[in-house]
């Protein structure tokens, strides 16, 4: 399968997952590009290009999103985004190549970002609903200080929420995680008075369900690009 057929038949399943749901034309892919060399991002941008979609390209590394930006971005309009964490000797590498951290987990990673922006960055704040302790994000509890804190800072933009669902084969559990992102960004439009606030979640392994639960962004890697090899 090329990545074009991969990016087709990714973008069929959203679609059809959408308009059972009401939300035809409403979700977003995002490619999910660890691991993929430069040459591999920068046809997967293309290809979205071609289909006309937005062009969003997630990385979880700094590093790669650096050695893979200049590919990219001979795509005119491609947006590069980081959905992993962020540790703060990064924070001046990833702001040098990166349009959107979707990884917000701290007051502390917003009031550094705050400091070092001299520009609009997006961001969507990263909340663990599943609870496991191999996932990044703030807990649940600790999402009202952090919206707080980037509504109130200078150069952050609240784009919505991400989370990584939970790791299991068990849909009902799956889909309450989910659903408790949704309830999170509906009390926060509310809060705040910001609307559209977008939902990433879903994965490659559980995108109908993202979808009926809500989710504006579907973050696909290896249902794209098929399985990753092993980092070295
Ligand atoms: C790798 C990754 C994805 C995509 O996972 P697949 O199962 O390959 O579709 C989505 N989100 C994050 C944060 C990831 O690291």
């Not at 599943?130 to 509504?151: F, I, N, Q, R």
């Not at 084969?169 to 809060?191: F, G, M, N």
Request: glycine share 8%.
């Amino acid at each position: 399968m090329t990545i074009r057929e991969g990016i087709e038949r990714v973008l069929e399943s959203i679609e059809s997952a959408a308009d059972a749901v009401g939300r035809s034309g409403e979700v977003d892919l995002e490619l999910a590009v660890k691991t993929r060399t430069p040459e591999e991002c920068r046809e997967a941008a293309q290809c979205l290009k071609d289909f006309g979609r937005p062009i969003l390209l997630g990385h979880n590394r700094v590093q790669e999103a650096r050695d893979t930006a200049a590919a990219i971005r001979e795509v005119e309009g491609a947006s590069i985004r980081l959905i992993g964490p962020l540790q703060s000797n990064k924070i001046n590498q990833a702001l040098a190549c990166v349009d959107a951290i979707e990884s917000i987990d701290s007051p502390g990673l917003v009031a550094k970002l705050d400091a070092r922006l001299d520009r609009r960055l997006p961001v969507l704040v990263e909340v663990n609903v599943s609870g496991e302790s191999s996932k990044h994000g703030c807990a649940p509890t600790e999402v009202v200080a952090l919206v707080d804190a980037v509504v109130g800072s200078t150069n952050l933009d609240l784009e919505g929420f991400m989370t990584v669902g939970l790791n299991s084969p068990v849909e009902k559990d799956v889909r309450a995680a989910y659903a408790l992102l949704r309830r999170i960004r509906d009390d926060a439009e509310v809060a705040t008075g910001i609307g559209g606030l977008a939902l990433s979640m879903g994965m490659s392994n559980d995108l109908e369900w993202a979808i009926d639960e809500g989710a504006t962004l579907v973050r696909i890697g290896t249902a794209v690009f098929g399985p990753r090899a092993p980092r070295v």
